[in-house]
C-alpha cells in the first residue's frame, strides 16, 4: 500500500469545493422590477401584449336575454281535415321532412265518403261532378293518386320542406275536424326574441345591431320590430331580430342566449377591457412610457362606458389617443407594484 501524498489530497479537496461551488443555482432575474409606487421597468417586453390607444366607433349597448325562435309565419299546424282517427304518425319531433311527404295516416268515413264520390263522378264520365269531386277531395287534403290507394287509411301530407317541431297526439287517438296533429317549421329562418321592461324597449328601434358575445363574431343580428305595448301580464315588451348570419346547428330552436343591442355609435377613445386593473382608489391602467419603452406607469383612468370587449375612456394628458396601454399582462405588473420590495 502506498501512503496518501498530503498535497494531492489537498489539491483535490480544493476542486470539490471549487466544483460544488459552481453548481450552486443563480436565482433568475425578475421579469420587472419596481421603480417607484406607480412605476415598473420590464426586461422582456415579449411577454406583454401592448395595444395603441385610438378613437374608434363604441357602441351603447343594453343588455338583453332571449331565446331562438322560428318566425310564426313559418310555422305551419298540421290539422285533421275531418272527424276520424289517427292511424300511423311516420315523423317525430326533430325530423326533416320535404314538401309532399306523408306524415301519417287517418281514417275517416267522410274521407272514405269522398273517395267513393270521386271514383262514382269518373266512372259515370261527369265532368262537373269529377270537379266538384276533386275539389272536395283537396279540401280535405288529399291527392287524386290516393284514390286508387288500397288501404282505408288515407294519408296527410306535409305542406313545405322543414322540420317537425311538435306532436301533439299519439297514433290511435281520435280527432275532430281542425285539430292539431303535427306542427312543421321551416328551418330556414329562425329569429332572436326576447322580453325587456318597457323603459328599455323605448330605447330600442328596428334596424338596431345586435350581437351576441359569447359567441363572438360567428353571428348577428338586427332588431326586426319592437311590440308596441307590454304584455298585461309581465309588463314585458316583446322584441323580436332577424339574424343577419343563421347561428350555428348546434343552437337549436329554444335556445336561450345573452345578447347586447347598441343603441347608438359615437366616436370615442377606446381600450380593451383586459387593461383594467380596480383599485380602492378607481379603475387603472398601465401606459408605456414615452421616452423608456420598458417602463410602464400605472395611471388613473375615468370609464365613461364598457362592454364585453372594450371601455370607453375620458382622455387626460396621461391617457389619450397615441399611447400605449398594456392589454395583457396587466396583473403581472400590478402584482409587482403592490409587492414589499
Given at each position: 500500500?502506498?501512503a496518501?501524498?498530503?498535497?494531492?489530497?489537498?489539491?483535490?479537496?480544493?476542486?470539490?469545493?471549487?466544483?460544488?461551488?459552481s453548481k450552486?443555482?443563480?436565482?433568475?432575474?425578475?421579469?420587472?422590477k419596481?421603480?417607484?409606487?406607480?412605476?415598473?421597468?420590464?426586461r422582456?417586453?415579449?411577454?406583454?401584449?401592448?395595444?395603441?390607444?385610438q378613437?374608434t366607433?363604441?357602441p351603447e349597448?343594453v343588455?338583453?336575454?332571449?331565446?331562438?325562435?322560428?318566425p310564426?309565419?313559418?310555422?305551419?299546424?298540421?290539422?285533421?281535415?275531418?272527424?276520424g282517427?289517427?292511424?300511423?304518425?311516420?315523423?317525430?319531433?326533430?325530423?326533416?321532412?320535404?314538401?309532399?311527404?306523408i306524415?301519417?295516416?287517418?281514417?275517416?268515413?267522410d274521407?272514405i265518403t269522398?273517395?267513393e264520390?270521386?271514383?262514382?263522378?269518373?266512372?259515370?264520365?261527369?265532368?262537373?261532378?269529377?270537379?266538384?269531386?276533386?275539389?272536395?277531395?283537396?279540401?280535405?287534403g288529399l291527392?287524386v293518386?290516393?284514390v286508387?290507394?288500397?288501404?282505408?287509411?288515407?294519408?296527410?301530407?306535409?305542406?313545405?320542406?322543414?322540420v317537425?317541431?311538435?306532436?301533439?297526439i299519439?297514433?290511435?287517438?281520435?280527432?275532430?275536424?281542425g285539430?292539431?296533429?303535427?306542427?312543421?317549421a321551416?328551418?330556414?329562418?329562425?329569429?332572436?326574441?326576447a322580453?325587456?321592461?318597457?323603459?328599455?324597449?323605448?330605447?330600442l328601434?328596428?334596424?338596431?345591431k345586435?350581437?351576441?358575445?359569447?359567441h363572438?363574431?360567428?353571428?348577428?343580428?338586427?332588431v326586426?320590430?319592437?311590440?308596441p305595448?307590454?304584455?298585461p301580464?309581465?309588463n314585458?315588451?316583446?322584441?323580436?331580430?332577424?339574424?343577419?348570419?343563421?347561428?350555428p346547428?348546434?343552437?337549436?330552436?329554444e335556445t336561450?342566449?345573452k345578447a347586447e343591442?347598441?343603441?347608438?355609435?359615437?366616436?370615442?377613445?377606446v381600450?380593451p377591457?383586459?387593461?383594467?386593473?380596480?383599485?380602492?382608489?378607481g379603475?387603472?391602467?398601465?401606459?408605456?412610457d414615452?421616452?423608456?419603452?420598458n417602463?410602464?406607469?400605472?395611471?388613473?383612468?375615468?370609464?365613461?362606458s364598457?362592454?364585453?370587449?372594450q371601455?370607453?375612456?375620458?382622455?387626460?394628458d396621461?391617457?389619450?389617443?397615441g399611447?400605449y396601454?398594456?392589454?395583457?399582462?396587466?396583473?403581472l405588473l400590478e402584482?409587482?407594484?403592490e409587492?414589499?420590495?
Amino acid at each position: 500500500m502506498h501512503a496518501a501524498n498530503p498535497i494531492k489530497l489537498l489539491i483535490l479537496s480544493s476542486l470539490v469545493i471549487l466544483t460544488s461551488c459552481s453548481k450552486k443555482e443563480v436565482a433568475p432575474e425578475p421579469v420587472a422590477k419596481k421603480i417607484d409606487a406607480q412605476t415598473v421597468e420590464v426586461r422582456n417586453l415579449s411577454q406583454l401584449k401592448i395595444e395603441k390607444i385610438q378613437k374608434t366607433l363604441f357602441p351603447e349597448t343594453v343588455e338583453v336575454t332571449g331565446k331562438i325562435t322560428i318566425p310564426d309565419q313559418n310555422i305551419i299546424n298540421i290539422t285533421a281535415r275531418a272527424q276520424g282517427r289517427v292511424e300511423d304518425l311516420k315523423v317525430t319531433i326533430g325530423d326533416r321532412v320535404k314538401e309532399g311527404q306523408i306524415l301519417g295516416s287517418i281514417w275517416s268515413s267522410d274521407l272514405i265518403t269522398a273517395v267513393e264520390e270521386y271514383k262514382m263522378a269518373v266512372k259515370q264520365n261527369d265532368k262537373e261532378l269529377i270537379q266538384l269531386s276533386n275539389q272536395k277531395l283537396k279540401a280535405l287534403g288529399l291527392d287524386v293518386s290516393d284514390v286508387n290507394r288500397t288501404s282505408p287509411n288515407l294519408p296527410f301530407r306535409s305542406p313545405i320542406n322543414g322540420v317537425v317541431i311538435d306532436k301533439k297526439i299519439n297514433p290511435g287517438s281520435a280527432v275532430n275536424l281542425g285539430d292539431p296533429i303535427l306542427i312543421v317549421a321551416k328551418n330556414t329562418t329562425r329569429q332572436f326574441v326576447a322580453d325587456v321592461p318597457p323603459d328599455t324597449a323605448i330605447k330600442l328601434k328596428p334596424g338596431m345591431k345586435v350581437r351576441f358575445p359569447e359567441h363572438n363574431s360567428n353571428f348577428s343580428a338586427i332588431v326586426s320590430n319592437v311590440s308596441p305595448i307590454a304584455d298585461p301580464a309581465s309588463n314585458m315588451v316583446k322584441v323580436r331580430c332577424e339574424f343577419t348570419d343563421l347561428p350555428p346547428a348546434g343552437l337549436p330552436q329554444e335556445t336561450y342566449l345573452k345578447a347586447e343591442i347598441a343603441i347608438r355609435e359615437s366616436e370615442s377613445t377606446v381600450i380593451p377591457l383586459t387593461s383594467l386593473i380596480v383599485v380602492p382608489n378607481g379603475d387603472t391602467v398601465f401606459i408605456q412610457d414615452q421616452k423608456n419603452p420598458n417602463k410602464f406607469v400605472r395611471t388613473m383612468i375615468n370609464v365613461i362606458s364598457k362592454n364585453k370587449v372594450q371601455m370607453n375612456i375620458k382622455e387626460n394628458d396621461q391617457v389619450k389617443e397615441g399611447l400605449y396601454v398594456v392589454a395583457d399582462g396587466a396583473l403581472l405588473l400590478e402584482g409587482i407594484i403592490e409587492s414589499d420590495e
